[in-house]
C-alpha cells in the first residue's frame, strides 16, 4: 500500500499538517507548504543579501547570480514599462525571485512545488490585478477606465467592444493563475509517471528489459521541467509588468 501510494502521481501535491494549529477555530496549521515556502524565502535572502554584500570588484558565483537577477528582472521592467517602472522594481523581483526558487525547489526529489497549488498561483495573480487596479486608479482616477474603452472606436461598435475589455480585463488573473499552476502541475505528474513506470517494470521479470525506456524519458522531462521552472517564472513577471504598464500608461 505505502508503494502503490509512492508511486501514485497526484501523491506529492498532497498538503499534509507538521504542526497542528488553531486560532479562534480557524485552522491555521504550519503544512509542508508552509516549510518549502519559508526555504524558498531562506534561499533568496541567502542569495540577495550575501551575494549582494560581497561588492567585490572580481564577483564570486553569488554575487554575480545576485547581480544578473537584479539586471535580468530590471531589464524585464524597463523594456515593457520604460524608466517609470522602476518604482515596481521590489515587486516584480520578489515574485520573479519566489516564483523561479519555488519552481526550483520542487525539483528536489521528496520536496513540494508550492506553484502546483492553484491556491498559491491564484493569490500572486489577485495580488498582482489589484495593485495594477490600485496604481491606475490611484495615478490616474478615472481616466484608468479609459482602459476598456479603445480610442477611435465607433459608439456601435464600442457598445460591443467595452463588455469584450472588461471581460479580457477579468480574465487577467485566472489565465495568470491557471498558467503557472498548470504547467507545474502537468510536469510533476508525467515526471512521477515515468519513475513510477519505470520502478513498476524494473519488478515486473522478463518487462524489466524495457525499463530504460520510461527512464530515458523521465530524465527527459526532467530536463525540460528546469526548462520550465525558468520560463514560468518569466512568464509571470513579463505578464506583470504588462499590466503594470496598463496602470501606468492606460491610454490606447
Not at 467592444?161 to 480585463?169: H, K
Not at 515515468?194 to 522478463?206: D, Q, R
Request: with cysteine.
Amino acid at each position: 500500500m505505502a508503494s502503490g501510494k509512492a508511486i501514485e502521481p497526484m501523491h506529492q501535491f498532497e498538503i499534509n499538517r507538521i504542526v497542528e494549529l488553531k486560532l479562534f477555530g480557524t485552522d491555521i496549521s504550519f503544512t509542508n507548504a508552509s516549510l518549502w515556502m519559508l526555504i524558498a524565502l531562506a534561499v533568496i535572502s541567502f542569495i540577495t543579501v550575501y551575494g549582494s554584500a560581497q561588492r567585490s570588484m572580481v564577483p564570486g558565483r553569488l554575487q554575480s547570480l545576485a547581480e544578473m537577477s537584479y539586471e535580468f528582472v530590471a531589464n524585464t521592467l524597463t523594456g515593457v514599462t520604460g524608466k517609470e517602472g522602476m518604482q515596481f522594481f521590489p515587486f516584480v523581483f520578489s515574485l520573479f525571485m519566489f516564483v523561479f526558487a519555488a519552481n526550483l525547489l520542487g525539483m528536489i526529489p521528496g520536496s513540494f512545488t508550492v506553484t502546483s497549488q492553484i491556491i498559491v498561483t491564484a493569490a500572486f495573480a489577485l495580488l498582482v490585478i489589484g495593485t495594477v487596479v490600485a496604481v491606475g486608479v490611484a495615478k490616474h482616477g478615472s481616466h484608468f477606465f479609459g482602459l476598456f474603452v479603445p480610442s477611435g472606436v465607433p459608439i456601435p461598435i464600442l457598445l460591443l467592444m467595452v463588455p469584450i475589455e472588461i471581460i479580457s480585463f477579468l480574465s487577467r488573473p485566472v489565465s495568470l493563475s491557471l498558467r503557472l499552476f498548470g504547467n507545474m502541475l502537468a510536469g510533476h505528474i508525467v515526471l512521477k509517471a515515468f519513475g513510477g513506470l519505470t520502478v513498476m517494470l524494473l519488478g515486473a521479470g522478463a518487462w524489466a528489459v524495457i525499463s530504460p525506456l520510461p527512464l530515458l524519458m523521465a530524465v527527459a522531462v526532467t530536463a525540460l521541467e528546469f526548462l520550465v521552472a525558468f520560463l514560468q517564472a518569466y512568464v509571470f513577471t513579463i505578464l506583470t509588468c504588462v499590466y503594470l504598464n496598463d496602470a501606468l500608461h492606460p491610454g490606447h
